[in-house]
């Protein structure tokens, strides 16, 4: 079955800092994937949804000048967290075709 | 506009006892309908789907849930509750063709099992 691998899985940073997470359709090509944010004790919410070859869409009230979304191939988007606060603390988790979720990456900003 | 609604933010169950959470949806179209299972700090894991067809649908682990157009309720079961079910379960609705889905989540129910 479809697989999504996202890396890293856990990152720690400083604030002031960005941070890059990777999600990688392995055995299928993914025009579009999903990006969603996980506060503790939440629910999942969408974040953007990201276009293969184009601009992300962002969702209400994501400032996607801090989250930057590329999709330059098939089976590859990124998530890069630019100048990491504090508040930017989550659980962010892509998803793609069925939809197939990655494992997630917990970022902890300090 | 959907919506997905999951009543009861908590749910216990003795072991081997009969584990039911409850899921209703809102949906302007017929609804794509998930259940997912997290464990902490893990990524979610599909337990079943519904698209289209049989409203009665199997999932893994043991795991079953029934789409009721009536009463737009998917509501999750399982027979007999092991230890291991003890998780954070997410209902979720998508409007959008099946392989392409964003999906919009219910708050969660945790599922703790009582031995």
């Known amino acids: 079955g479809a697989v999504v691998s996202q890396h890293p899985s856990w990152v720690i940073c400083k604030s002031g800092t960005s941070v890059k997470i990777e999600c990688r359709s392995l055995?299928?090509?993914?025009?579009?994937m999903f990006w969603y944010r996980q506060f503790p004790k939440q629910s999942l919410m969408l974040m953007a949804t990201?276009?293969?070859?184009?601009?992300?869409?962002?969702e209400q009230g994501v400032e996607k000048d801090k989250f930057l979304i590329n999709h330059a191939s098939l089976t590859l988007s990124t998530l890069t967290v630019t100048s990491a606060h504090p508040e930017d603390s989550s659980f962010y988790i892509c998803?793609?075709?069925?939809?197939?979720f990655g494992q997630g990456t917990r970022l902890t900003v300090v | 506009a959907q919506s997905v609604t999951q009543l009861g933010s908590h749910v216990s169950v003795s072991e081997g006892a009969l584990v039911l959470l409850r899921c209703n949806y809102s949906s302007s179209v017929p609804p794509y309908l998930f259940w997912y299972v997290q464990y902490p700090n893990q990524g979610l894991q599909l337990l079943l789907k519904y698209t289209t067809g049989a409203t009665l649908v199997k999932g893994i682990n043991g795991f079953e849930a029934e789409f009721k157009k009536s009463e737009t309720s998917f509501h999750l079961t399982k027979p007999s509750a092991h230890m291991s079910d003890a998780a954070e379960y997410f209902c979720?609705?998508?409007?959008?063709?099946?392989?392409?889905?964003?999906?919009?989540f219910g708050t969660g129910t945790r599922l703790t099992i009582i031995p």
């Open positions: 979720a609705v998508s409007e959008t063709n099946f392989g392409n889905e964003k999906l919009t």
């Open positions: 998803s793609a075709r069925g939809p197939v």
């Open positions: 055995d299928f090509q993914a025009t579009t």
């Open positions: 990201s276009n293969e070859g184009s601009k992300a869409t962002y």
